[in-house]
């Protein structure tokens, strides 16, 4: 097993993702959490009955219901801490503690002089200003930042920084600041992977017959086959794991379709608009026998080398580390890069995000119809689910394509090229 597969924590961001000039330090101010509330007390607020409910409020207070109602606020978000591991807040917080040396919770009252709130927005714009100098993100990346801090702070203390002060020298700051640098950057160039490269990276850095190998091959055969997200593959680095959202060993069945062998993975809707929904609805079909990737028979290797008994497969994760732990995002963006990078190629061009777009270009070469691609990726546009409907083997019989096919796309033979 390559060593880099066991890069963690700043090693990783100091290997992988650190950038010149970048601080490499993480320190977050803590925040006080709130706590669910007490399960004794949302029991005697649900006492049947109305006069029992009415005796339950007068005697319990609002108290318990403050609790919950703001408990729900941070349950809203993906991270259901209210966004608080949010990159843009965990930066403002390590600017706050660092650079201001005070809360990041800045309130300041709607009526307070005008003077105070411009203060205020000087740190703001002291705060954006140190993002692209110090940490170098983009300008656009930096309005960005400071509109997530904003939005968070407003959940967090009912009031927008600088007591709701419309912010308007920050935009021509951070015009100025793109105008000095020569224009807007570039997005950054994100690639995506091919079938046979795929397949002899592998074979390359993770062709031994470990648990760990075996867990990561058939996790990154299975995403480029089944047109995986990286939410979809692994858990948010900050979250805890919910196998009721999180793929688990239980979520997986084999079996034969136009007689191909299959698997079929059934998970949660990621798509946008659907992630709310309770449950795993999405039924995702992978298809064995392909010349350069075989999900199915990954998979069928995961479970006999990484053997988990079965009563055992709903609380384990699909794809984990040596440690028991789900994949994360950003794992699977290490790897992906480490890969690249034992082939020769660039590694800051790939991202977990390279395994979908390599099985959609991969498909639209082999021919498969778009509205097929859409299905099979699960793509927001409800137009194929007005139109047709598609069927299991057709997925089966465009999956062995997709696992089969080799191509030369034309951004990777002439990104350098003008024309």
Same mark, same amino acid.
């Given at each position: 097993?390559?060593?880099?597969?066991a890069?963690?924590?700043e090693?990783?961001?100091?290997?992988?993702?650190?950038?010149?000039g970048?601080?490499?330090?993480?320190?977050?101010?803590?925040?006080?959490?709130?706590?669910?509330?007490?399960?004794e007390?949302?029991?005697? =607020? @649900?006492?049947?009955? #109305?006069?029992? !409910?009415l /005796?339950?409020?007068?005697?319990?207070?609002? $108290? *318990?219901?403050?609790? %919950?109602?703001?408990?729900?606020?941070?349950?809203?978000?993906?991270?259901?801490?209210?966004?608080?591991?949010?990159?843009?807040v965990?930066?403002?917080?390590?600017?706050?503690?660092?650079?201001?040396?005070?809360?990041?919770?800045?309130?300041?009252?709607?009526?307070?002089?005008?003077?105070?709130?411009?203060d205020?927005?000087?740190?703001?714009?002291?705060?954006?200003?140190?993002?692209?100098?110090?940490?170098?993100v983009?300008?656009?990346?930096?309005?960005?930042?400071?509109?997530?801090?904003?939005?968070?702070?407003?959940?967090?203390?009912?009031?927008?920084?600088?007591?709701?002060?419309?912010?308007?020298?920050?935009?021509?700051?951070?015009?100025?600041?793109?105008?000095?640098?020569?224009?807007?950057?570039?997005?950054? =160039? @994100?690639r995506?992977? #091919?079938?046979? !490269?795929? /397949?002899?990276?592998l074979?390359?850095?993770? $062709? *031994?017959?470990?648990? %760990?190998?075996?867990?990561?091959?058939?996790?990154?055969?299975?995403?480029?086959?089944?047109?995986?997200?990286g939410?979809?593959?692994?858990?948010?680095?900050?979250?805890?794991?919910?196998?009721?959202?999180?793929?688990?060993?239980?979520?997986?069945?084999?079996?034969?379709?136009?007689?191909?062998?299959?698997?079929?993975?059934?998970?949660?809707?990621?798509?946008?608009g659907?992630?709310?929904?309770?449950?795993?609805?999405?039924?995702?079909?992978?298809a064995?026998?392909?010349?350069?990737?075989?999900?199915v028979?990954?998979?069928?290797?995961?479970?006999?080398?990484d053997?988990?008994?079965?009563?055992?497969?709903?609380?384990?994760?699909?794809?984990?580390?040596?440690?028991?732990?789900?994949?994360?995002?950003?794992?699977?963006?290490?790897?992906?890069?480490?890969?690249?990078?034992?082939?020769g190629?660039?590694?800051?061009?790939f $991202?977990?995000?390279?395994?979908?777009?390599?099985?959609?270009?991969?498909?639209?070469?082999?021919?498969?119809?778009?509205?097929?691609?859409k299905?099979?990726?699960?793509?927001?546009?409800?137009?194929?689910?007005?139109?047709?409907?598609?069927?299991?083997?057709?997925?089966?019989?465009?999956?062995?394509?997709?696992?089969?096919?080799?191509?030369?796309d034309?951004?990777?033979?002439?990104?350098?090229?003008?024309?």
């Open positions: 097993m390559k060593e880099w597969l890069w963690e924590g090693e990783f961001r100091e290997r992988c993702v650190s950038r010149p970048e601080p490499r330090g993480r320190a977050q101010a803590p925040v006080a959490r709130i706590e669910a509330p007490a399960e007390l949302m029991v005697a =607020l @649900r006492a049947p009955g #109305r006069a029992a !409910q /005796a339950a409020l007068e005697r319990e207070g609002r $108290g *318990g219901l403050r609790q %919950a109602a703001l408990g729900y606020v941070e349950l809203a978000y993906h991270d259901k801490k209210g966004a608080d591991s949010a990159p843009a965990r930066w403002w917080k390590e600017f706050c503690a660092r650079g201001v040396k005070g809360s990041p919770g800045r309130v300041l009252d709607v009526s307070a002089p005008l003077q105070a709130k411009l205020e927005e000087l740190v703001i714009m002291d705060y954006a200003c140190w993002l692209v100098q110090v940490r170098g983009a300008p656009a990346t930096a309005r960005s930042y400071v509109s997530t801090v904003q939005a968070w702070h407003e959940r967090r203390h009912g009031v927008r920084l600088a007591g709701n002060l419309v912010l308007a020298r920050l935009p021509a700051m951070l015009k100025g600041m793109e105008k000095a640098q020569g224009g807007k950057r570039p997005r950054r =160039l @994100r995506g992977m #091919r079938p046979r !490269q795929l /397949a002899q990276g074979q390359l850095c993770l $062709g *031994g017959g470990s648990k %760990a190998e075996a867990n990561w091959r058939a996790a990154l055969v299975v995403a480029f086959c089944g047109l995986l997200r939410k979809e593959l692994g858990k948010g680095d900050a979250s805890k794991s919910d196998f009721s959202k999180e793929l688990t060993r239980a979520d997986v069945s084999f079996g034969q379709r136009g007689g191909k062998r299959c698997a079929c993975l059934t998970m949660r809707p990621c798509e946008k659907k992630m709310g929904m309770q449950g795993k609805t999405v039924k995702v079909w992978l064995g026998g392909g010349s350069h990737l075989d999900p028979a990954a998979l069928e290797e995961l479970f006999r080398v053997a988990v008994p079965r009563e055992e497969w709903a609380s384990t994760p699909l794809f984990r580390e040596a440690d028991g732990n789900a994949f994360t995002t950003r794992r699977v963006r290490a790897v992906v890069r480490g890969l690249m990078e034992c082939g190629e660039p590694p800051l061009e $991202g977990a995000h390279s395994l979908r777009i390599g099985g959609a270009t991969a498909a639209l070469a082999a021919g498969v119809p778009p509205h097929y691609i299905a099979m990726g699960r793509w927001c546009s409800e137009i194929y689910e007005i139109y047709c409907r598609v069927s299991d083997a057709a997925v089966v019989r465009f999956g062995t394509a997709i696992a089969s096919m080799d191509y030369e034309f951004e990777n033979e002439f990104q350098d090229r003008e024309w």
